[in-house]
């Protein structure tokens, strides 16, 4: 077939980012020099959740699992020699995501770009954050006014750039089910679409304009024929609800846009290997249908469960990408799976289901209502708490992890601690150094009077984005910017789903959860106490919770009183509870890898205020050499993804209650 009748390729990408704007600028240049279509940038959780690298939560954080970007200068430097006005540019970003665009907005004006020709994507979809992702920094109605005026403003002044992606990506990853991943993200781009149709900022001959900038990001996992047709009833409903709720006429305004980010989640540390597999086959789902096909998509590596990919790593999945599109025929052809009566009935079934659920939590007020109400939450834990038991019980497979366990020596990981990239644990200090010259060298005058322009705009109904661009130019800081908008808005704590989740492991006589609940009993009246308590914490800007939950969830169920306060907590504030709360046991929870810094600080604050018997165990993406040195530092036990058994991990915890309280082991087989 002549090359010129192939369809066009999709956007590819590589999530990426790291420890400093400038190292991160050599990594783009890089992969853009080996054929990487478009950028998306991994910014880090200070940058995501509005703190400077000074900020006491952001210490061990910095440039971790993104680049670190506090201030103009920052921006400027992490694209320079990159000509913005050619590129198509995604930036995972979503409470601060005003912020980032005005400085992204301001360094392509210094390049002299046209912001007419500006291309890309800031995702900035608040909801899923209150339910997975946990960047979220104000509550759900000031978010949601955030996301608004940014949608009227790009819609007017940089008409190519799609200011939300609607992010059902870290659903699938909190739990959710294919029903639910469709209906959470659709009703959230209802509650964006009626806030901007309602904040009368946008002409009603204009809203088409909106709707066709409005994009979605979603996860495809390994079940690749159900993934698919998630996709066709995505693009389904998405046309039906533009069409009859807002009156889009134009088919073009009423299309489904999508970029893909494949399945994190269902990476295992064991066997590590099977990772490329599932990658290709996840990747398949959103690139075989033409009539579905996603207009970007970047792909994890195959490591991703052990730690931070290095550059090799990154370039092996965008060769996989490039092989698929230039080597094979699958551009050559229409949609391959149109009529086949097996994908329309899947189809249809997950259409009836989707909007089934969607009238559901219109009933309930929306998505906003859902949120605080807590529903959405609660349906997410139970449903992840649900999947780990079929995975546990062996009624859902995963080769390496519960079946298939045996394995050869694997040479990608014989050097486990050369595997996955490292971060300078200097760097911290050069990027806070940086900022604090930054702040003594811009115009103090101009940049506090741009601040007390945004807070007025912000406690007024002014659109906020001219004055937060003004911010940008005025050389105001990450965390300077989002302490204004707190001081106007506050802040939010999303509620956790872990008290109102139904059990999902059956204590039935002779189960390991029964032989546990016997194990947490006896050792509590060994102890004199009425019941074994448990704080579960997530110290630092870590927002990843669902692990932290399902072990919330299952202590609970096996008979513990658990503590768990949701995420962002200082060790200070993990030490305070403990003592508070009189606890047995103190499990952290980090994923982020800033555990080397923040376990070791519970545990002298433990010990400072005189508990140091408290026994604390870590989980977490944790390589072999931290481990050993946390366990040295005086951690009882370190768990990490290749320990998939929740229940045996909680009657490892009762053994260390146990153990810390000088109390003979129980002879029970959990």
């Not at 709360?581 to 994923?591: N, R």
Request: proline residues 5%; negative net charge; hydrophobic residues 40%.
């Amino acid at each position: 077939m002549n090359e010129r009748q192939k369809d066009r390729p999709w956007l590819m990408r590589t999530y990426a980012g790291h420890s400093t704007a400038e190292a991160s600028n050599e990594l783009y240049r890089r992969n853009l020099a080996k054929g990487q279509t478009g950028l998306s940038v991994a910014f880090d959780l200070p940058t995501q959740t509005g703190y400077d690298p000074d900020h006491i939560l952001a210490r061990g954080e910095v440039g971790r699992v993104g680049v670190p970007v506090s201030h103009l200068g920052d921006m400027r430097r992490l694209f320079q020699d990159i000509p913005l006005e050619q590129m198509n540019t995604s930036m995972t970003i979503n409470a601060t995501a005003m912020w980032l665009l005005a400085l992204y907005q301001v360094v392509a004006e210094e390049q002299g770009a046209d912001p007419d020709k500006l291309q890309g994507t800031t995702q900035n979809d608040i909801v899923k954050e209150y339910l997975s992702r946990g960047t979220h920094v104000f509550p759900p109605v000031p978010s949601l006014r955030l996301t608004t005026d940014m949608i009227t403003y790009t819609v007017n002044r940089i008409p190519k750039w799609n200011p939300i992606n609607i992010c059902s990506y870290h659903l699938q990853e909190a739990g959710a089910t294919p029903v639910q991943e469709i209906a959470y993200a659709m009703s959230t781009a209802i509650a964006v679409l009626d806030a901007v149709r309602d904040s009368g900022q946008v002409p009603e001959e204009k809203f088409g304009d909106v709707v066709a900038r409005i994009s979605f990001f979603v996860n495809a996992g390994v079940r690749f024929i159900e993934e698919m047709c998630k996709m066709r009833a995505f693009a389904r409903i998405w046309d039906r609800v533009t069409r009859e709720r807002y009156g889009i006429t134009n088919a073009k305004q009423r299309r489904f846009r999508y970029g893909v980010q494949v399945n994190s989640l269902g990476l295992t540390e064991a066997q590590p290997e099977n990772n490329v597999q599932r990658i290709v086959l996840e990747m398949l789902a959103v690139t075989l249908s033409k009539d579905a096909r996603a207009r970007a998509v970047q792909l994890p590596a195959w490591n991703e469960a052990l730690g931070l990919p290095r550059p090799w790593d990154q370039q092996w999945s965008l060769r996989i990408q490039q092989v698929l599109a230039h080597e094979s025929d699958l551009l050559e052809y229409e949609d391959i799976f149109a009529g086949s009566h097996v994908i329309e009935a899947k189809v249809d079934s997950l259409v009836e289901e989707s909007l089934a659920e969607i009238d559901r939590i219109q009933q309930m007020g929306g998505a906003m209502a859902a949120v605080e109400s807590g529903y959405l939450k609660s349906e997410l834990v139970s449903s992840h708490a649900a999947r780990r038991a079929r995975i546990e019980g062996g009624e859902e497979k995963i080769v390496g992890v519960n079946i298939y366990e045996t394995t050869e020596p694997n040479p990608l990981t014989a050097d486990l601690d050369g595997a996955i990239m490292t971060v300078d644990p200097e760097n911290e200090a050069r990027v806070v150094a940086a900022l604090h010259e930054w702040r003594d060298n811009r115009d103090e005058t101009r940049a506090s009077e741009a601040l007390a322009a945004l807070k007025k705009a912000a406690a007024g109904t002014e659109n906020m984005m001219e004055a937060t661009v003004e911010c940008a130019r005025a050389g105001v800081t990450t965390g300077e910017w989002s302490w204004a908008l707190r001081d106007v808005f506050g802040e939010f704590r999303a509620p956790t789903g872990v008290s109102s989740a139904p059990v999902a492991v059956t204590a039935e006589p002779g189960s390991t959860l029964a032989l546990v609940r016997e194990k947490v009993t006896r050792t509590a009246t060994d102890l004199g106490v009425g019941r074994l308590r448990l704080l579960v914490g997530k110290p630092g800007l870590d927002g990843h919770s669902n692990g932290a939950e399902q072990i919330a969830v299952r202590a609970r169920d096996a008979g513990f009183e658990v503590v768990y306060q949701g995420i962002r907590l200082t060790p200070e504030q993990i030490t305070d509870a403990a003592i508070a709360e009189d606890v047995h046991c103190v499990g952290l929870s980090i994923l982020s890898g800033s555990h080397a810094e923040l376990v070791p600080d519970v545990l002298h604050r433990l010990r400072e205020a005189g508990a140091p018997d408290i026994p604390v165990i870590a989980g977490g993406i944790i390589p072999p050499a931290d481990a050993a040195a946390l366990i040295e530092a005086g951690v009882a036990a370190v768990f990490t993804p290749k320990d998939f058994g929740i229940t045996e991990i909680i009657g490892r915890i009762v053994d260390e209650i146990r153990k810390a309280n000088k109390l003979d082991p129980l002879e029970v087989p959990a």
